[in-house]
Structure formats: structure tokens, C-alpha cells
């Protein structure tokens, strides 16, 4: 009997049934969910390689050339609990195409852009589909792999692994597109991801098309968190240009600091919220929650100051340095794919994702060392492998770990506070390591005044890496022990309990 005679109840019904019975279907939806999250992952790093030629193409000065990242993180991480809430009320699928179709729209205008403001507002609408396209995905992976433990384990370590590795790989294919084609086409790729990742998930993907349990949108508390993470992104943003004293560091935080509080006061009382406060209440989730944050703050340290010894201290250029990091992402695939099918099914989180931070803060100790002759493979390599199978330990679990045992009318929000924590943990990560390396670089000047300027300056450059690094490790290593606290011992039943 076909779909239209039975009606769109019986409908729904049966594409959940078909969506959690074995076969190939499921893995073919996992891999349209996974393309959709490298693009939303890969772009992150991408643009950062298109912006000096956009620069100069357009003629824009470098103020406003930060507005570019700092326009999208705002828009992203202000949104994304909002929109995880709407793929709950009008369905996860539904919110996934419509993120698709406006981030490919956005990267359309913001490739034929001719001026700065319309490459600006390409990239905040970009921000914004993203908020919806994220939350949506990891919430139907979450969904259509519910009932089966192992399944479910090796869907996340895949879907980690594509969460981590975007960055590297956004690397690499930056530098290509630039130097082959145009720094248009880092925004132009995406077209094509997202065209090839919508047909997919009109034809693969199953999912209800909203959830009756879910009847009211809490507009206040949407507002509330909304404003409150904007100012908690865009005072960490300002701190990394203007320092922690600035009225313009100052004043967003704690706005945003009194806006969450907020939010968490209606979050308590009322009866529909955006936000259920048992989703991070609960040890094991908010375990996990907290594991993705670190990870968000210290890949920081690895990605954007390694890069800068590479290109700065070694002279590499961005296609180089970007290859160079394509080994931590082979690493950390290995990683989730043991972590989420092997180690966490088996002994539960609370010893691999301490263990992973521990990798990851054994690697930036090991990248303490590096110095001005240093070589790729002796000095650098070991640290990249070291620090992709951590990282991969990590995410393979943790964003399992952070949507398990949720409600189906919960899912969205839970899966796009796991995007939250990443985007926030990041902005932390980048105003705090900022703030680390310029006080380093000003330290180690102001104890060598009588060093030849340019070596004075190489120097300094370094120390402020090494300082960096020390802090990224410090970093990690009080998140494997925080998470070994707080997460309880043994196995979890992976699997959906509603």
C-alpha cells in the first residue's frame, strides 16, 4: 500500500520503522549526514585561507577582515540552540534541507560577491543556516542509529572522526583552491557538497516530521540564550584585539554572562523549555558536554599555532602547511573508530575520553620542543599523530555520550548544545591562547633587550609558541581529570530506553 493511502501518520510510522531496521539504508543516510557535517566543519578553516586573497581582491583593510570569522562564529553560536529546537518542532529533515539549500544560497552570494558588506552578509546568513544544518544532523544520526548499541557506536566514531578531521582537510583544500582556482571557490565548493548532501537526504534519510511532544517554542528563553551567547562570543572575540580590560571585552561578558543566568532561571519554571535542564544535569552527558568543550578550546592550540610555526618560523606556505596536517586527521579516524566501536561499548566512557585528553595533552607537551631548525618529521609529525588519535578518542565518544538516552522530542536541542559547546569552547580557546602568546612574546622581549631585532622577534615568536603549548597540555590535562570525576563507571546502554 503506498504511502499517500495509508495518510501522513501511518507514513511517518513506517519510515521510523524502516529508518531502524537493519540495512544498508542507514549507513547510506549516515554518509549524507556526515558530508553535510564535514562542509559545515570544513568551511571553518577553509575561508581562513581564502581571506588574504579576498582581502585583496575587494579591498577590504584587516579590521574588517575579521568581521568575516567573527560575523559567522556570532551568527552560528548564538543560534544554534534555537535552531536544534525548531529541527524538534518542525522536524530534524525538514531543518537539515533548509540549512543545506540557504548554506549553499549564502556561499553562492558571498563567491560572486564584489564588495565587502556582501560578502559580510553572505557569510552571517551562512552562520545562521549552519545553526539549523548542525543540530539537524547529528540529531538524525542520533535517531536512526537508537536501537542498536554496536551500530550506534561505529555510526559516531564515523561521525566524530568527519567533526574532527574537517578542520585539516579545510587546510589542505583551501590552499588548493586558492592557488589553482580563486578564493571564490572555497565558498563555491560548498554548492556542490550541499546539492550532492540534499539529494541524498531527500532520498535516504528518514525522519518524523515534527515531534507532537514538542508544541511551543520558548520564545524568551530562545531570545535569552540567543543574546546571551552572542555576548559571551563576541566579548572572547574582542579580548583577542582589544584585551580583557576593554569596555568591549568586558561588557558583552557580562551581559551575556547575566543572559544565560537567565535563561537558566526560565529554563527551571517554565513549562515548555528550550533547554530541559535535565539533558546537562545528568553526569554522564554533562560529562561529555564538558569533554567536547575542552577539545574546542585546546584544537586551538594545535591547529592555528602549529600552523603558525609552520608558515612564520619554517616558511611554509599554506597549501604545505595545510598537507602537513592531513596526518591528524588519518590519526584521529583511527581513534574514533576504536573509541566509538570498540573502547566505549566496552568500558564506557569514563576511561576513554580521559585517556584521549591525555594524548592530546602528551602531543603539546612533545610540541614544547620544536625550535627554529626543527624538522618535519622528527619534531613535528609525532605530535600531529599523537594528537589526531587523542582528539579522535575523544569526539568518538563523546558525541555519542552527549545525545544518549535523550527524549526523540529532545534530541535537536541536545544535539545542538554538543555544536554550542564546540563553537563556545573555541572562542574561549582563541581569546585565552591570544592573551597567553602576546603576554609570551612581550615577556621574552622585554628579558632580551639586547638581541638583534629580527632574531629577538623569531625568538619571541617561538617562546610564545612553546607557552602556548604548555597551556593547551594544562588545558587537557585538567579535562581528563575533570571527566574522570564526573563520569560514572561502566558500560552504557547505548541504546534508546523511551
Known amino acids: 500500500m503506498n504511502a499517500e493511502l495509508r495518510g501522513p501518520d501511518t507514513a511517518r510510522a513506517t519510515d521510523t520503522v524502516n529508518m531502524r531496521s537493519p540495512g544498508y539504508q542507514r549507513w547510506l543516510a549516515l554518509a549524507v549526514l556526515s558530508l553535510a557535517q564535514l562542509m559545515d566543519v570544513l568551511d571553518g578553516t577553509i575561508i581562513n585561507i581564502a581571506l588574504p586573497s579576498a582581502q585583496q581582491d575587494l579591498g577590504f583593510s584587516s579590521d574588517s577582515r575579521e568581521w568575516l570569522v567573527t560575523g559567522y562564529a556570532l551568527a552560528y553560536g548564538s543560534l544554534l540552540l534555537f535552531g536544534g529546537r525548531l529541527s524538534d518542532r518542525f522536524g530534524r529533515k525538514r531543518l537539515f534541507l533548509i540549512g543545506l539549500i540557504g548554506f549553499a544560497a549564502s556561499s553562492a552570494v558571498g563567491g560572486a560577491s564584489g564588495t565587502f558588506e556582501v560578502l559580510l552578509g553572505a557569510r552571517i546568513a551562512q552562520g545562521v543556516f549552519a545553526a539549523a544544518l548542525a543540530p539537524a544532523a547529528l540529531s538524525l544520526v542520533s535517531v536512526t542509529f537508537s536501537q542498536n548499541a554496536s551500530e550506534r557506536g561505529r555510526a559516531f566514531a564515523v561521525f566524530g572522526a568527519v567533526s574532527g578531521m574537517g578542520g585539516a582537510i579545510g587546510l589542505t583544500a583551501g590552499g588548493l583552491l586558492v592557488d589553482a582556482l580563486s578564493w571564490r571557490w572555497c565558498l563555491y565548493v560548498n ?211 552527549a545525545t544518549f538516552d535523550v527524549d526523540s522530542a529532545d534530541s535537536g536541542v541536545a544535539s545542538a548544545l554538543v555544536n554550542t559547546m564546540q563553537q563556545v569552547g573555541g572562542s574561549i580557546g582563541l581569546a585565552v591562547f591570544t592573551s597567553v602568546s602576546v603576554s609570551a612574546v612581550d615577556h621574552y622581549l622585554a628579558d632580551n633587550p639586547n638581541r638583534n631585532a629580527v632574531q629577538a622577534q623569531t625568538l619571541a615568536a617561538l617562546s610564545s609558541y612553546h607557552t602556548v603549548f604548555w597551556a593547551g597540555a594544562a588545558v587537557f590535562l585538567g579535562g581528563a581529570l575533570l571527566t574522570a570525576c564526573i563520569f560514572r563507571s561502566g558500560k552504557l546502554p547505548l541504546v534508546a530506553t523511551q
Not at 557580562?254 to 533547554?275: C, D, K, N, S, W
Not at 569533554?291 to 606556505?317: H, N, P
Open 191 to 401: 554548492i556542490a557538497i550541499a546539492c550532492v548532501a540534499a539529494l541524498g537526504a531527500v532520498v535516504v534519510v528518514r525522519d518524523d516530521e515534527s515531534d507532537d511532544n514538542v508544541r511551543t517554542l520558548d520564545m524568551p528563553g530562545a531570545f535569552a540564550i540567543a543574546a546571551g551567547l552572542f555576548g559571551i562570543v563576541f566579548g572572547f572575540t574582542n579580548s583577542a584585539t582589544h584585551g580583557w580590560s576593554d569596555l568591549r571585552t568586558m561588557l558583552p561578558l557580562i551581559v551575556g554572562a547575566i543572559l544565560i543566568a537567565g535563561f537558566v532561571q526560565r529554563e527551571r519554571t517554565t513549562t515548555h523549555p528550550l533547554l530541559p535542564l535535565s539533558i546537562i544535569l545528568d553526569r554522564t552527558r554533562g560529562a561529555a558536554y564538558l569533554a567536547i568543550a575542552i577539545v574546542g578550546v585546546g584544537a586551538f592550540a594545535v591547529f592555528l599555532y602549529l600552523s603558525y610555526y609552520l608558515q612564520q618560523t619554517l616558511g611554509w606556505s599554506a597549501l604545505h602547511a595545510g598537507v602537513a596536517f592531513l596526518p591528524f586527521a588519518f590519526a584521529l579516524i583511527v581513534g574514533a573508530g576504536i573509541s566509538g566501536s570498540v573502547l566505549l561499548p566496552r568500558f564506557g566512557p569514563r576511561p576513554v575520553i580521559p585517556v584521549g585528553c591525555i594524548f592530546a595533552a602528551a602531543a603539546l607537551v612533545l610540541l614544547t620542543r620544536i625550535g627554529l631548525d626543527s624538522t618535519y618529521s622528527a619534531g613535528v609529525l609525532p605530535s600531529i599523530l599523537l594528537s589526531g588519535f587523542g582528539t579522535g578518542l575523544v569526539f568518538g565518544s563523546a558525541q555519542n555520550v
